[in-house]
């Protein structure tokens, strides 16, 4: 496959199509590529030693900027990115901005605005999802930065969200757009998180007008428990290209997509309205287990995994592409960051 060189600083010529053209520059630094013959993700790789990544991003964000926009996934390799440090410092060059807030799910601050993955057993597989699409806000983008691959597996699975909407079946799809998504959780009954972790407070005032703020409606219960209740959109158009999205975390959140053992212990341990985590459509009636099934499926038929080499940064466009975890074997060590709020009322 030809390679594309990019250099340092502007750039003379846009790209065209999704062809493979040289590009006139003053410095060649880079090269392009793709990953096999798949679309996603594109891969930027050093075409000189040393190239200081984190400069050339700043430099040429504009060309990075409409690269992610049409792959939906940027894929950094051997540049040496290994610090949380350089990792953050190449955030910022990527980003306008990276945020700080961690309290949805069980992960650890690295530094500053740096952090680990989400807890997920490793002998188990987390399934393709686009980040916080269950909130009302979430990340127009997030990174992954590989500090130290696994043994064995543990790659992060990527899949476009443009050809799940396109490809789900028409009647599955139209269901969805027309109800939405309800989602269902439960705080404070001795599995997950409390309401205190999540939302890192012991008052419950301040959770309600959390919830207020972000159109959640709540339930205080007699256990001294937590229930909201979320009804989010399952497809949304993005808002720089107006193209489609698949974006909701029904498959994370339906007791169809958990293996057999765990959905049998959760419906003998809780009452239905009590579990966990559970999901409808958004007028309350439930969504067939078949469908769920549909639904991996065809992310199960998109996803593009590649192995983790240490170094190795992944930018995602958070509407355009879903990521997951393939179980994995050893240690496995990612930085990740997250960036640009954006919510429901901007798409």
């Known amino acids: 496959m030809k390679e594309l060189k990019i250099g340092n600083f502007n750039l003379q010529h846009k790209l065209q199509n999704r062809g493979r053209k040289s590009i006139s520059l003053e410095t060649e630094l880079i090269k392009l590529d793709n990953f096999g013959n798949q679309q996603i993700p594109l891969i930027i790789k050093p075409s000189i030693s040393d190239v200081d990544i984190a400069d050339w991003a700043e430099a040429n964000r504009e060309f990075i900027d409409a690269n992610l926009i049409k792959y939906g996934a940027i894929l950094f390799k051997g540049f040496n990115i290994t610090t949380a440090d350089a990792f953050e410092r190449f955030g910022l060059a990527v980003c306008s901005e990276l945020f700080n807030e961690n309290g949805e799910h069980t992960r650890e601050t690295v530094t500053g605005k740096v952090y680990t993955p989400v807890f997920y057993p490793a002998d188990s597989k987390l399934l393709w999802h686009n980040e916080n699409s269950f909130n009302h806000q979430w990340p127009a983008k997030i990174l992954f930065g590989c500090r130290q691959p696994a043994q064995q597996g543990g790659e992060t699975p990527i899949v476009d969200s443009r050809k799940v909407f396109q490809l789900i079946e028409p009647q599955i799809r139209e269901q969805f757009v027309e109800k939405q998504v309800m989602y269902v959780r439960n705080y404070g009954n001795g599995l997950g998180l409390d309401w205190q972790r999540v939302f890192q407070t ?7 007008k959390f919830c207020q703020n972000n159109l959640i409606d709540f339930e205080w219960k007699k256990d001294g428990g937590l229930r909201t209740i979320s009804i989010r959109p399952a497809v949304i158009k993005h808002p720089q290209t107006g193209e489609f999205s698949w974006f909701n975390q029904a498959q994370h959140w339906h007791l169809a997509c958990l293996n057999a053992q765990t959905r049998e212990s959760l419906l003998s341990s809780f009452k239905k309205e009590d579990l966990p985590r ?10 067939a287990d078949s469908t769920m099934v549909d639904i991996c499926g065809v992310y199960q038929r998109l996803e593009i995994s590649f192995p983790w080499q240490q170094g190795d940064i992944l930018l995602l ?3 355009l592409t879903a990521h997951g975890r393939n179980p994995y074997v050893g240690e496995r060590k990612l930085f990740v960051a997250m960036s640009e709020l954006i919510s429901f009322s901007e798409t």
């Open 202 to 208: 012991q008052s419950r005032a301040d959770v309600e």
């Open 278 to 287: 559970n999901c409808f459509y958004g007028d309350g009636t439930p969504i």
């Open 317 to 319: 466009d958070n509407i």
